[in-house]
C-alpha cells in the first residue's frame, strides 16, 4: 500500500484550494499578501524511515524539486540509517511563486488590470473586486461596460425609465438583465443611499430597488354578469388590464371570485353581480391597489392542500374579509377517489384562517387523513361547483 505521504501534487492541490476561494487574487489589493505561506506536509515517522528507506529517500527527492517551494529540513540521528535530513515543512515564499506553481500568472494580470481601472473609475468598487475576485475574472472583457453603467446611473440616480431607455455605448437592455445581479451588488457599494428602495430585494424587485420603470403587472378578469359587462354588445368578455387601471376601475360587480386554475376561470358559470379574476399563486400587492375590492364580497379558491390555505392566509392579509370558497372538509371527502399529492407542504402557522379553514389545514399539515394529500380545485365536479354558487346566489 503506498504510504499517505505529501506529494507535490497535494502542494499544488492545497494552493489550488486558496485559488478556488479566491484568496490569492484577493491578496493582490493587500499589503500584507499572506506569504511566506506554510502548506501542510506529511512525511514519513520513524518507524517508516527504518522500515523503508529506500522509498523514504525518493520520497524526499520528489519533494525537494517540487517547483516554487521552499523545503525546510528536520535534521535526526536514527538508531538505523544514523544522522540524516528529512523535509519537515514546505513553504511559498511569495504570490508570485503560488501564482507560477498553478500557471495562474496570466489571470493575475488581468486581475491587475481590473483593479487599476476600477481604482481610477470607481475605488468605492474595489472591495467587490476583493470580495468577488474570480466573478471579476469571468466578467473581465465586459467590466468596462458594467463601470459605465455604474456611472450612468451616478448621473441618473432613480431614472425611471425602462431599461431600454439607458443609453450607454455598448450597452443593451438584454446586457443590463444578464448582470442584473452583479449590477445590483455594484450599485449598492457606489449609489447614494437614498436612490436606493431598501424594502426592494431580490431579481425581481430589481427596477423598483433602483427606480426604474417595470413592466405593469397585469390582472386577468371575467365579469360573470352580463348585464354588468364593461364592453358594449360582448357578454363575458376575458379581459387583460394593467393592474393600475384595473385599479382605476368602478366596481363591477358586488361579488368577486379569485381562483387559481386556469381552465376554472375560462369555465366559472355566468353569475349575477359577479366576477372571477385569475389569481397567480402568492403575492398579491398589485391586486391590493384596487381599493374597491374592499367594498365588495371577495371569495378565493385554490386547492385544498397546504399551499391553498398559505396562499388564502396571504390574501387575508391583504384583504381581511376573504372568504373561501369550496376549500372545506365536506368538498374534500366527497372527491376522494380524486385525492392527489402534494411535494414540499407547508408547515408553519397560518394565523389568518377561520377554526374551521385551520382544522383541516392542521389535519393536512399533520397527514391525519392521508400523507401529503392535496384536491387540486380542477378535480371538482362541476355540478358540485353549480350547487356552491347557487347557495351564495341564494344569500344575496
Known sequence: ??????????????????????????????????????????????????????????????IMAAPYCRIELRSFAHRVVGFNSIPAEAWIDSLDDALAMLGKRNEAARFRALLDLTGQRQPALLSWLAKRPLKALELGERWHLLLDIVEWMQRHPRPGVYLRQVDVPGVHSKFIEAHKGVLAELFDLSLPPDSIQPGATGAGQFAARYGFLDKPARIRFRVLDPAKSPIAGIGMPDITLDSNSFAELPALAGRIFITENETNFLAFPPLADSLVIFGKGYGW??????????????????????????????????????????????????????????????????????????????????????????????MIGFSWIESALAQLAGKR
Not at 325 to 331: E, K, L, Y
Open 1 to 62: 500500500m503506498k504510504p499517505a505521504w505529501t506529494r507535490p501534487a497535494d502542494l499544488r492541490a492545497q494552493l489550488q484550494k486558496c485559488w478556488d476561494r479566491g484568496e490569492l487574487l484577493a491578496r493582490m489589493q493587500d499589503a500584507d499578501s499572506g506569504f511566506p505561506k506554510r502548506l501542510t506536509l506529511k512525511g514519513p515517522t520513524s518507524s517508516e524511515i527504518a522500515d523503508r528507506y529506500e522509498a523514504v529517500r525518493l520520497w524526499a527527492k520528489d
Open 285 to 378: 400587492d398589485n391586486l391590493a391597489e384596487a381599493r374597491w375590492l374592499a367594498d365588495c364580497v371577495v371569495y378565493y379558491w385554490g386547492d385544498i392542500d397546504t399551499h391553498g390555505f398559505a396562499i388564502l392566509n396571504q390574501l387575508r392579509g391583504k384583504f381581511a374579509h376573504v372568504e373561501s370558497f369550496m376549500m372545506d372538509r365536506a368538498t374534500l371527502m366527497a372527491h376522494e377517489p380524486l385525492w392527489g399529492t402534494e411535494d414540499n407542504q407547508v408547515l408553519h402557522d397560518l394565523p389568518l384562517l377561520t377554526a374551521d379553514e385551520r382544522d383541516l389545514f392542521n389535519d393536512l399539515r399533520d397527514n391525519r387523513i392521508r400523507k401529503n394529500l392535496r384536491l387540486e380545485q380542477e
